[in-house]
T-cell receptor
Framework: AQSVTQLGSHVSVSEGALVLLRCNYSSSVPPYLFWYVQYPNQGLQLLLKYTTGATLVKGINGFEAEFKKSETSFHLTKPSAHMSDAAEYFCAVSEETALIFGKGTTLSVSS | DAGVIQSPRHEVTEMGQEVTLRCKPISGHDYLFWYRQTMMRGLELLIYFNNNVPIDDSGMPEDRFSAKMPNASFSTLKIQPSEPRDSAVYFC????????????FGEGSWLTVV
């Protein structure tokens, strides 16, 4: 069965610092991997996704993630955090159609 | 373009009452999903439909929960009778066929059962 583990339920960074949100997956077949962001009182918005091809995926708002099959990881990074990045981030895996989500990581950004 | 539209956005109801949540998927999408979000359990898939047919309802917590999709542009999630532990945010989402396609979420229905 497919699953996702997000390491760290809460990550705090300073404005301008590197953002690193960790995600490991379990899947019996090559997976499709996603990162979604949820701002307070809003729905989920797609940041980026990996389906096939290039393992380094670039998304919106300066985020990117790298699919590493050997490590079963899909960590999300951003070189320089901005105050507006404060939100909850969800990693998700899909084998067929429905997405299975991790528990989420809350990102706090301080000035 | 209109996204996934959910109603009501907020609902407060008393225990034992029937609750109906509504969803209009993005036009042309043939998959529709219902998720529930709570602090304790995170985002859980409740049920999903393909071409209006329920495909997997293994995530529906109890018989008190039911979902229908009478046509391609409308779906409901009903809870009868409601209980305080049903308090959560319920998201509807839709996508085109094919694995790997982006799933688009609505703004959610915030349900409080008192």
């Amino acid at each position: 069965a497919q699953s996702v583990t997000q390491l760290g339920s809460h990550v705090s960074v300073s404005e301008g610092a590197l953002v690193l949100l960790r995600c490991n997956y379990s899947s019996s077949v090559p997976p499709y991997l996603f990162w979604y962001v949820q701002y307070p009182n809003q729905g989920l918005q797609l940041l980026l996704k990996y389906t096939t091809g290039a393992t380094l995926v670039k998304g919106i708002n300066g985020f990117e993630a790298e699919f590493k099959k050997s490590e079963t990881s899909f960590h999300l990074t951003k070189p320089s955090a901005h105050m507006s990045d404060a939100a909850e981030y969800f990693c998700a895996v899909s084998e067929e159609t429905a997405l299975i989500f991790g528990k989420g990581t809350t990102l706090s950004v301080s000035s | 373009d209109a996204g996934v539209i959910q109603s009501p956005r907020h609902e407060v109801t008393e225990m034992g009452q029937e609750v109906t949540l509504r969803c209009k998927p993005i036009s042309g999408h043939d998959y529709l999903f219902w998720y529930r979000q709570t602090m304790m359990r995170g985002l859980e898939l409740l049920i999903y439909f393909n071409n209006n047919v329920p495909i997997d309802d293994s995530g529906m917590p109890e018989d008190r929960f039911s979902a229908k999709m009478p046509n391609a542009s409308f779906s409901t999630l009903k809870i009868q009778p409601s209980e305080p532990r049903d308090s959560a945010v319920y998201f509807c989402a839709s996508s085109f066929t094919r694995s790997g396609n982006t799933i688009y979420f609505g703004e959610g229905s915030w349900l409080t059962v008192v």
